[in-house]
């Protein structure tokens, strides 16, 4: 076989023209395509990157935001605590106030009742005490100790204190009427003379008394004096007596 040199250089042009026209209209649009391309990969990679720090920038923000609400949220619920456990305290401590004020003021009713109770048995022993003396003083009480009672009074006139004994004359000046005299049993001439020589001598004038008799005096007498009444009866003594548990 003979080789054909100009067709051989005549391949050989063509495959150049082939080659300078790939390079012309195919490789160089290609690496422009694939050098865009990667421009635009390197841009993407670098707003990727841009993001992932932002995001990371972000993630690190909301990380602290998160711990620094988890530490607000401990410190309110601390203190939320500590507003519970005062409440408690001050709640505990105004019951105790109200039991320990409840406690006495029961202590007070009970001891109030405690008395009240004490009194009316005191007023209803001494009531009972009067009953059974009046019984027993009615049964032995008589003239005799009547005209003993007298003699009392009628000694004991001069002797009381000063002050009693002027307010005393200064009554007795100013009356106009009878003195009355109240006996258990009728007062014999000498009892009544006695009597009235003390009032006399009291008063520095002579009186005029009004004699009556009165049972439940049991003993004694009881004189009225305007304003003033002068018992020295067996009667009113032991009224006295009961009385005065009522006080």
Not at 102 to 115: F, L, P
Not at 136 to 157: I, Q
Not at 209 to 221: K, M, P, Q, S, T
């Amino acid at each position: 076989m003979e080789l054909n040199w100009s067709t051989f250089f005549l391949e050989i042009a063509n495959f150049l023209v082939l080659v300078w026209l790939l390079k012309r209209f195919l490789y160089r649009p290609v690496t422009d395509a694939i050098a865009k391309r990667q421009e635009k990969i390197e841009r993407a990679l670098q707003e990727a990157a841009s993001e992932h720090r932002a995001g990371e920038a972000l993630r690190g923000h909301y990380a602290d935001r998160l711990a620094d609400w988890e530490r607000e949220k401990a410190a309110a619920r601390a203190a939320f605590e500590r507003e519970i456990d005062r409440e408690r305290a001050t709640r505990l401590e105004n019951l105790a106030t109200e039991l320990e004020g409840e406690r006495k003021r029961r202590k007070v009713v009970a001891e109030q009742k405690r008395r009240e109770i004490q009194q009316r048995l005191e007023t209803k022993a001494l009531k009972l005490a009067a009953a059974f003396a009046s019984r027993f003083l009615a049964r032995v009480a008589g003239p005799e100790l009547e005209r003993r009672l007298v003699e009392v009074l009628s000694e004991d006139l001069p002797r009381l204190p000063s002050q009693r004994r002027e307010a005393l004359e200064r009554t007795l000046r100013q009356m106009h009427g009878p003195i009355e005299v109240m006996s258990a049993y009728p007062l014999g001439d000498s009892e009544r003379v006695k009597l009235e020589q003390a009032l006399t001598d009291l008063s520095g004038q002579s009186v005029v008394c009004d004699y009556r008799e009165d049972a439940r005096l049991i003993a004694g007498i009881r004189l009225h004096l305007g304003s003033w009444v002068l018992r020295a009866n067996l009667g009113d003594e032991l009224q006295g007596f009961a009385e005065a548990g009522c006080e």
